[in-house]
């Protein structure tokens, strides 16, 4: 349980909820009953396909029904069915499960059960002739619809980017990979506290860089001005600063890493008790010394300097920046 | 305001009895898919809090093996119910903790398919089942190793699929299967655990992804990952007991995800396991790799090289 409040009742009310919630019980077990043992004995019609919505609207998280319906739709609804009707059919799946997703957005059974109905959809009716991919193209579509909605009802669902993600690789019609760049700064814009847009940006951009669609020097640069614009609007927030980490990598690029030490060093200034300020500055000179300049007995003081401060400022993780400070 | 500063043992032992007795409870039907999972939590708990008596042993395992589902050659979660890994584990862990893994018949379990959704929740489920059950050479650890990598990120933690955004139960997962593997090599420890030592939030608790509210359970998942790395100094011992401790009910017993929520058995069970990873006194220790009590793991060989905090002297 997450989220629900404690409230206090009285024994009168405990026992009030559970006379009512008696008969309840009843109806729910008798179908639960009915329809389990419909299952054992591999009843595939309509009247126990009906059944197993009724009690999935009581229950969604029942994952044993969830699979006798799908056992009822291949086994007992599609071998009687033409293509049109298994579209309409898992059409009708979606939008069941539409209901319930809204409902229980965290549900990993709810999600799967979209999965396999869009992996299931006919490809579509033949035109002038020749086979179409009608059906599955527009089934893929509107669930790319489906799943914003739920990314704007919930920005941090992960189940819900995770099928994101899913979905994106699996439409019949591939997306240009910008959009999915434009969609992560529409995103980042609304929140800058957003982690997952973040990560899902990082992503983008690898497979960005991968492919050669955009150059990884130019775009990086103005990619720091994004981040720079979040750090400097709350430096508290610990999703820019993580993003930022990956924007640096390994710290190759010397001219870089100096320039970003720079920057920071210029909030920090504004910012002086900044722990991720500090922290990152830390993490940076580290890299500088590693990759770039390792005897600069000057940035292995300024380091010391600033985890002596963290271990103040910071104490729950003092043990942490002792670790650092005697590594190095 | 009901801060406790003590963990309610007496309380929660009988809360965790009482869950049994709901059955005039629409809730407690609503749940039955969980039903062999929260064996597994209340019994681990009642474990660690030492009074592993307190439920019955004959019931409690009559009711695992009602739940065996022959044609495929798992556990379901419930009787009738389809077996599933979830609850195949959780079986497993029952009938080991329980010393009944002799009513198994183990071979049949290790020939049924694991793999059929792609999770590293279940490749974790898998090498944990199969390790207890003495059977891990059924792991191709090659394969498994480089799935868990490609769900790695740059921040040094994992997400559930490759692409994933890092989250602490994944984190958990991943780093355990790790350890079951012998491969922690894979590991980037340091990024990793500034990751998770990031989760720590002023009142104490633990979230589980960046910008998130705490909960109880990340008690679990991050300090498990952390004392398998041998880490759990990198966040605040004394303030994670605290907020535990918090959320607590003190009149019916349980622990809920945070103070003043409801409570219930998944979260009264991390957060005992994780105050017994974080040596509060009086508790039994727990093996943060396998989610039970340490002995039973140290006895069939399985424990590995994780560090939990000292266990603390119990106060007058």
């Known amino acids: 349980m997450h989220n629900v409040k404690r409230v206090p009742h009285s024994q009168e009310a405990i026992q009030a909820r559970k006379e009512r919630e008696r008969s309840r019980i009843v109806e729910?077990?008798?179908?639960t009953n009915n329809v389990l043992s419909r299952k054992k004995t591999h009843d595939w019609s309509r009247d126990a396909f009906d059944q197993t919505q009724q009690l999935l609207e009581l229950n969604p998280e029942f994952?044993?029904?969830?699979?006798?319906?799908?056992?009822?739709i291949?086994?007992?609804?599609?071998?009687?069915?033409?293509?049109?009707?298994?579209?309409?059919?898992?059409?009708?799946?979606?939008?069941?499960?539409?209901?319930?997703?809204?409902?229980?957005?965290?549900?990993?059974?709810?999600?799967?059960?979209?999965?396999?109905?869009?992996?299931?959809?006919?490809?579509?009716?033949?035109?002038?002739?020749?086979?179409s991919l009608q059906w599955r193209k527009a089934n893929w579509q509107r669930e790319l619809a489906v799943v914003e909605k739920m990314l704007d009802a919930d920005a941090r669902n992960f189940l819900a980017w995770n099928y994101r993600r899913y979905v994106l690789a699996s439409m019949p019609e591939q997306r240009p990979v910008m959009t999915e760049l434009a969609y992560t700064t529409r995103k980042i814009s609304a929140s800058f506290s957003n982690f997952s847009a973040?990560?899902?940006?990082?992503?983008?951009?690898?497979?960005?860089?991968?492919?050669?669609?955009?150059?990884?020097?130019?775009?990086?640069?103005?990619?720091?001005?994004?981040?720079?614009?979040?750090?400097?609007?709350?430096p508290d927030d610990q999703s820019a600063w993580i993003y930022h980490r990956w924007l640096i990598g390994s710290g190759e690029n010397e001219e870089q890493l100096r320039q970003e030490i720079a920057i920071i060093e210029e909030l920090l200034g504004e910012q002086p008790d900044s722990k991720w300020c500090m922290d990152s500055l830390v993490y940076y000179c580290r890299l500088?010394?590693?990759?770039?300049?390792?005897?600069?007995?000057?940035?292995?003081?300024?380091?010391?300097?600033?985890?002596?401060?963290?271990?103040?400022i910071d104490a729950p993780r003092k043990m942490r920046y002792q670790e650092i400070g005697q590594g190095m | 305001m009901n801060t406790q500063d003590k963990l309610l043992i007496p309380l929660h032992v009988s809360y965790i009895q009482s869950l049994g007795n709901s059955k005039d409870d629409l809730a407690y039907h609503l749940t039955a898919h969980l039903r062999m999972n929260a064996i597994y939590w209340g019994l681990t708990a009642m474990c660690i809090m030492g009074h592993k008596n307190a439920l019955d042993r004959e019931e409690m395992i009559e009711y695992v093996m009602s739940c065996w589902d022959e044609?495929?050659?798992?556990?379901?979660?419930?009787?009738?119910?389809?077996?599933?890994?979830?609850?195949?584990?959780?079986?497993?862990?029952?009938?080991?903790?329980?010393?009944?893994?002799?009513?198994?018949?183990?071979?049949?379990?290790?020939?049924?398919?694991?793999?059929?959704?792609?999770?590293?929740?279940?490749?974790?489920?898998a090498a944990n089942a199969l390790s207890l059950l003495g059977r891990l050479d059924a792991i191709n650890t090659d394969r498994a190793v480089s799935y868990i990598r490609q769900c790695r990120n740059f921040d040094g933690g994992y997400g559930a699929v490759a692409g994933a955004e890092s989250?602490?139960?994944?984190?958990?997962?991943?780093?355990?299967?790790?350890?079951?593997l012998d491969r922690l090599d894979e590991v980037d420890t340091e990024m990793l655990c500034w990751w998770l030592a990031e989760r720590q939030l002023p009142s104490g608790g633990l979230n589980g992804r960046p910008e998130k509210l705490p909960d109880v359970c990340y008690s679990f998942w991050v300090l498990s990952a952390l004392s398998i790395l041998n880490k759990i100094s990198w966040i605040d011992g004394e303030k994670l007991i605290g907020f535990i401790l918090s959320a607590q009910d003190p009149e019916t017993g349980g622990i809920a995800?945070?103070?003043?929520?409801?409570?219930?058995?998944?979260?009264?069970?991390?957060?005992?396991?994780?105050?017994?990873?974080?040596?509060?006194?009086?508790?039994?220790?727990?093996?943060?790799?396998y989610c039970m009590p340490a002995s039973i793991i140290e006895a069939k060989g399985l424990r590995k090289g994780w560090k939990a905090l000292p266990r603390q002297p119990a106060a007058e």
């Open chain 1, 288 to 312: 500088l010394l590693k990759n770039h300049v390792p005897d600069s007995e000057d940035i292995k003081q300024k380091c010391h300097d600033l985890l002596q401060l963290l271990e103040r």
């Open chain 1, 198 to 234: 973040w990560h899902q940006r990082s992503k983008v951009y690898s497979s960005l860089w991968n492919t050669g669609e955009l150059d990884p020097i130019g775009s990086r640069e103005k990619e720091f001005d994004l981040v720079h614009n979040a750090l400097f609007t709350d």
């Open chain 2, 257 to 289: 995800d945070r103070q003043g929520d409801m409570v219930d058995v998944f979260h009264t069970h991390f957060g005992v396991a994780g105050l017994s990873l974080l040596g509060y006194p009086g508790l039994v220790d727990l093996d943060p790799v």
């Open chain 1, 63 to 72: 994952y044993t029904i969830w699979n006798y319906r799908r056992n009822i």
């Open chain 2, 167 to 180: 989250h602490a139960a994944q984190v958990f997962v991943c780093v355990a299967a790790l350890a079951i």
């Open chain 1, 28 to 31: 729910y077990l008798a179908l």
């Open chain 2, 71 to 125: 044609e495929a050659g798992g556990f379901g979660a419930h009787p009738d119910h389809d077996a599933h890994i979830l609850s195949t584990l959780s079986a497993i862990q029952i009938l080991v903790t329980q010393d009944a893994l002799d009513r198994l018949d183990v071979d049949r379990v290790v020939g049924c398919d694991a793999f059929g959704e792609i999770d590293t929740r279940f490749l974790y489920i």
């Open chain 1, 74 to 131: 291949l086994n007992g609804i599609f071998p009687q069915s033409t293509p049109e009707e298994n579209n309409d059919l898992l059409a009708n799946e979606l939008s069941m499960t539409m209901a319930a997703l809204r409902e229980h957005p965290k549900v990993y059974w709810i999600w799967n059960h979209r999965r396999w109905c869009l992996e299931n959809v006919p490809d579509g009716p033949v035109v002038d002739g020749t086979p």
